[in-house]
């Protein structure tokens, strides 16, 4: 490890896709890793792989005392973050707005948005004390381009995105990065939890096709956080070569 490498990342949702994935890139480069996520088993499966230099934490990213509290008492070897992956996200449903359902609009809220904002403040006084640390959200493609569908999960990454851009200003001085991530389609569990489990219809989102993968992302995650100190990385955006931009929808009359 060098001087400029962190030592210490918490990644949330590290159970699945983007989240376990950082975990592994950044544990093969001897950073302490913090793994956090709701399904204990998922982490501690990675925990084993990992081996000492891993730490998991059972959490909710909606419940912000639990997040107050798993920030709290982090072990000493581990209470000094330096990367911050607000990785936790997930859409719920593809249909229109008018018909959908508002606890799943809740729940990408309170996840993807106010979960969020929860891991940053938790951690983010400790980072500023150091002089020294890094936030990096997981946006989305959907937070800048439309489609039919994204509503909510669309506004809750475009929020993702003015929050990243937001807190550089805040952090102006401190020393502290902050980067925003933000991937098109990439084949992890995301599209199997959008449709409540139906494993079949997530297939057919990426079939016939090479989207993106959990490691590539990874990738992009550890590349930003490996950057030298006087190097702030504002946004990646990528996507898979075989996805790009929808024609404007046009209504004709007659
Ligand atoms: N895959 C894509 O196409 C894509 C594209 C752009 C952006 N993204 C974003 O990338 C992030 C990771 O998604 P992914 O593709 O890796 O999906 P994934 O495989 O479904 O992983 C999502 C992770 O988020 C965790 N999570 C969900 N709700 C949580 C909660 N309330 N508290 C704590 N953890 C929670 C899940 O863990 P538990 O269920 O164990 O809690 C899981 O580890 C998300 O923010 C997603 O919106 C994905």
């Given at each position: 490890m060098t001087s400029t490498q962190p030592a210490t990342v918490f990644?949330?949702?590290a159970s699945s896709g983007f989240g376990a994935a950082t975990a592994r890139r950044f544990a093969a480069a001897g950073v302490r890793v913090i793994a956090a996520a709701?399904?204990?088993?998922?982490?501690?499966?990675?925990?084993k792989e990992l081996g000492p230099s891993a730490l998991t934490v059972a959490l909710d990213v909606r419940?912000?005392?639990?997040?107050?509290?798993a920030v709290a008492l982090l072990p000493p070897e581990f209470a000094a973050v330096d990367v911050l992956v607000n990785n936790a996200g997930l859409?719920?449903?593809?249909?229109?707005?008018?018909?959908?359902?508002?606890d799943e609009w809740d729940q990408m809220i309170d996840t993807n948005c106010k979960g969020l904002t929860y891991c940053t403040r938790a951690i983010l006084p400790g980072m500023v004390a150091r002089g020294r640390g890094h936030v990096i959200n997981l946006g989305s493609v959907a937070?800048?381009?439309?489609?039919?569908?994204?509503?909510?999960y669309g506004g809750s990454k475009a929020f993702v995105h003015q929050f990243s851009l937001d807190l550089r200003s805040d952090l102006h001085g401190t020393g502290v990065r902050v980067t925003s991530v933000e991937p098109g389609m990439a084949d992890t569990e995301?599209?199997?939890v959008r449709f409540g489990g139906d494993k079949e219809q997530a297939d057919a989102v990426y079939a016939g096709m090479q989207p993106l993968t959990a490691d590539d992302i990874a990738e992009a995650i550890y590349w930003a956080a490996a950057q030298p100190p006087h190097v702030n990385v504002n946004r990646i955006e990528l996507m898979a070569t075989?996805?790009?931009?929808a024609p404007f929808q046009v209504t004709r009359e007659g």
């Open positions: 990644i949330t949702g709701r399904r204990v088993d998922r982490l501690d499966d990675l925990a419940d912000r005392d639990a997040v107050f509290a859409a719920l449903g593809l249909g229109p707005a008018q018909e959908a359902d508002l937070g800048t381009y439309p489609y039919p569908g994204g509503n909510v995301f599209s199997t075989a996805q790009s931009f």
